[in-house]
């Protein structure tokens, strides 16, 4: 039965992976789903060290390119996010072959970078979910879960609520889709719900990043917008005097763009799956 | 000959100013300059208080509008930085009047985002430089002394070298360029020296706000970028591995931009003038 279990490739396009996950990470799928386990193939580039990065620009990039190019590979999951997919993006895209455009991506947070680039070149695979380093969070275990149990059976459970039901959906942390804005990467998001998270920023930069993104003409072509959770803010000197919710609210307002509502995804192990463009 | 004294007028589009901001600076000026000293006014603005603002966006703007339309202000004068110009920039552009268009506008920082609307409506006097609260800062009379040296007598000592004999130059805090990429307010900057500093951001921030800049296919029809300070960076866990000057050049080899050296901005007492598009 060997031949018929799912093949997961594992790179690091971004910041170095714990060096513990990948044993982690395989006796859970193993613990999971017994013979039916994936096989999960974690590249050696995961543990690369290069100042800040999984590696250097060049490694990082052939690694990405060569497991998602690999007709033997089923599905591309991201080890980790932290910082660092942009700086390959846009060189990664050209190399990418036929196999490589059929294939899931797994990832979120600075791994957006990637989907954002993936999306707007017409893949279909581009996807919002947990990465493998996950494992190492209290509580991981159930975030891993669910991104097995989308990339093996494609099990609506884990999908977003909202993502689940709507057409057109994309998710992205608020500060990477900012940072990604007026750049070859911005998709075309028009009638796109546009669900955003946020960790470890500061209220002032919650809503200067809500500016930038309601303010590109481009991104006011969304069908609306739907906030995820914005957790670990640091506090804010003086008080800001406004939540992340009240702030999302105001530049949909001040914008024209529609308020949504909440969305089931952020930095934690109950981070939602969200498929690029709808499932 | 009091009719002949400048007037400035000093408003606060961003962050609140400290109380005895007023006090010091109109000493300084009358210190400096005896009967020559410019007639200063703090708009009461500037004290006003709204969470993290000087005052609401409504009483902000309103401020700004008014002291910017008087015939009777020469100069309008930042009060301070900190964040929330972006909030009114655009809502205030076109409620300015001839009056405001033929006055000098001195700030910088956060104050960079009404400075790029300006420039971008055609203003000839949007001006990169050291803001009132300045005062506050140890050695920050120095600073006081060369903004007032600019509006009172053009004294081109207080020019950044460079832009002084450069065509057209333009000065930006790297954070607030980056959020304004894509919005109304980005300028045209064709053929400009683009100079860039930052304050208290990490430098994997750096890298990818600069990352975020120089992929900007307008932006990259700068004719070149000069690096001014950038300070109090905290640290990086890892070391990222790169300064500011070796990201800034690295984004410029990327980018196909001239790197052009260094340039005497930044976020301390030494700051010098950048009169946007030229003097």
């Known amino acids: 039965m060997n031949q018929a279990r799912l ?28 013979e039916r386990a994936p096989e999960i193939v974690f590249h050696p580039q995961c543990l690369a060290t290069s100042g800040h990065f999984a590696g250097d620009d060049a490694t990082r990039a052939a690694a990405l390119v ?51 680039g993936l999306y707007g070149a017409g893949f279909t695979g581009a996807t919002h979910g947990p990465v493998a380093q996950e494992i190492q969070r209290e509580g991981g275990e159930a975030a891993i879960a669910r991104a097995l149990a989308w990339l093996v059976d494609r099990d609506p459970a884990a999908l977003e609520p909202h993502a689940a039901t709507t057409p057109k959906t994309v998710a992205f942390n608020i500060t990477v889709l900012s940072q990604l804005l007026g750049t070859p990467l911005q998709p075309d998001l028009t009638d796109h719900v546009l669900m955003l998270e946020e960790v470890s920023e500061a209220m002032y930069r919650i809503d200067r990043s809500l500016f930038h993104i309601t303010s590109n003409p481009a991104i006011r072509r969304v069908a609306g917008i739907r906030l995820g959770r914005c957790s670990a803010i640091p506090d804010n000197e003086p008080d800001f005097g406004m939540d992340a919710e009240a702030v999302a609210r105001f530049w949909c307002e001040r914008s024209g763009i529609e308020w949504l509502g909440r969305a089931d995804i952020g930095h934690d192990v109950g981070n939602r799956v969200v498929v690029f463009g709808g499932g």
């Open 7 to 34: 093949r997961i490739g594992v790179v690091a396009p971004a910041s170095r992976m714990s060096p513990d996950t990948a044993d982690k990470v395989i006796a859970l799928a193993s613990r999971l789903y017994g």
């Open 66 to 116: 060569e497991v998602a190019n690999d007709p033997a590979v089923d599905a591309v999951w991201f080890a980790r996010g932290g910082y660092g997919s942009n700086r390959i993006a846009e060189a990664v895209l050209p190399r990418l072959n036929e196999a490589a455009r059929a294939k899931t991506y797994l990832g979120y947070s600075d791994i957006g970078f990637l989907l954002a």
